[in-house]
């Protein structure tokens, strides 16, 4: 009876997870995996940047390594992090964004599975064979699953961070 029930639960689990939305937004000129969005916010440009820097260091253990350029005047900061590290390998991904008075833009672009040794690396608007992947599917939708809901709870945040009130108390 036990085997059956854990049977049971394997076989809706895999069910529930090919069932799920694993597409990532496409960049028309790119053809490649990118999220992207100009957001309205209250806000001067330097307001803003302020608050885009500190929701970086609060997001990531070490922000001096994830800040690959950092330009208040431009107002303009891209990171580089890993947004899911599986057992195969990490998903990197580039985050950029450009503020203005009022409001700002994200674009978190280059979302790549790097594989390791044993497994290739693909991009992740890419629906890789098993074959090309060196992996069951069930993994590469793992990885797809893990890596979009990392991703989208990024941004989530992000939005969150820029929309708050900075507090005057400490």
């Known amino acids: 009876m036990k085997k059956i029930l854990l049977i049971a639960i394997l076989v809706l689990s895999v069910k529930t997870l090919i ?5 990532f937004p496409i960049d028309s000129v790119t053809q490649k995996a990118s999220y992207s969005q100009v957001v309205q916010v209250k806000g001067s440009k330097n307001e803003l940047y302020s608050k885009a820097i500190e929701w970086f260091a609060s997001m990531f253990k070490s922000s001096k390594n994830v800040i690959q350029l950092d330009d208040k005047d431009a107002g303009k900061i891209i990171g580089k992090f890993v947004a899911y590290d599986s057992n195969q390998g990490p998903v990197t991904c580039t985050l950029t964004i450009m503020l203005k ?3 700002y833009k994200y674009i978190l672009d280059n979302i ?25 599917k069930y993994a590469i ?4 699953k893990n890596s979009k809901q990392n991703i989208e709870g990024l941004i989530t945040t992000l939005k969150t961070a820029m929309e708050a009130e900075k507090s005057t108390e400490f």
Do not use: C
């Open 141 to 144: 939708n793992s990885i797809k």
């Open 19 to 23: 069932a799920q939305d694993l597409t």
């Open 101 to 103: 008075d009022e409001k």
């Open 112 to 136: 790549y599975f790097n594989g390791n040794r044993s497994y290739p690396g693909w991009g992740l608007e890419e629906n890789p064979s098993m074959l090309k992947a060196n992996m069951f």
